[in-house]
């Protein structure tokens, strides 16, 4: 399990608490090394890359659906610490893009509104449908968490947008890597 520490020295990205069988172990993060966040399997979900002023992802998965739930998890890690959010609301996405780039944007600024409008931050991501369509992408998901709430969510950084900025969609054999850059 990740979370950010807290304290005067710490930055962004610049303190993190692994838990492991109970006991707390804390590493400093450099803006020269890189932040993850793995699955209980120890396969990477996503990790931060270096960048000077915004939050850039790389997140991971076996398709493009796994790799869509880990790229929402990251954009909601970099606002909070996920770990302490509950899914006890549950809700629905449905978007439609032209290309699995539009889709992938559509999709976590879809979350972003919700967040913005609703105060609803998101720890459990399912992709119900991921579709081909005549005239692009359609997604489906399901969606779980709780209200923002500031004596219990550690307030990380905002995100202010989703970019298109070296926005990248990687596809190898069982494997698929998303980069893209978040407004900060």
């Given amino acids: 399990m990740y979370s950010a520490c807290t304290g005067p020295q710490t930055s962004f990205l610049g303190c993190s608490r692994i838990s492991r069988s109970g006991q ?7 803006s020269s090394t890189i932040s993850m966040v793995e699955l209980k ?25 796994e790799a869509f739930e880990n790229a929402a998890f990251a954009m909601f890690e970099v606002m909070t610490d996920v770990v302490e959010v509950e899914p006890k609301i549950e809700d629905h996405v449905e978007i439609e893009a032209m290309d699995e780039y539009a889709l992938l944007y559509s999709w976590l600024e879809a979350l972003l509104v919700k967040f913005d409008s609703d105060g609803l931050l ?7 449908d991921f579709t081909r369509i005549a005239d692009g992408f359609r997604l489906q998901a399901r969606v779980w968490g709780e209200r923002f709430d ?13 970019t298109y900025h070296r926005m990248e969609i990687i596809q190898g054999f069982n494997m698929v890597t998303l980069r893209f850059i978040l407004d900060i």
């Fill in 24 to 30: 707390n172990h804390f590493k400093r993060y450099s």
């Fill in 41 to 65: 399997d120890e396969k990477k979900r996503f990790e931060f890359l270096e960048h000077t002023a915004d939050a850039y992802v790389a997140a991971y998965g076996k398709d493009l659906p």
């Fill in 122 to 128: 998101f720890s459990k991501f399912k992709i119900l």
């Fill in 150 to 162: 500031a004596k219990k969510h550690l307030q990380k950084v905002g995100v202010k947008a989703v």
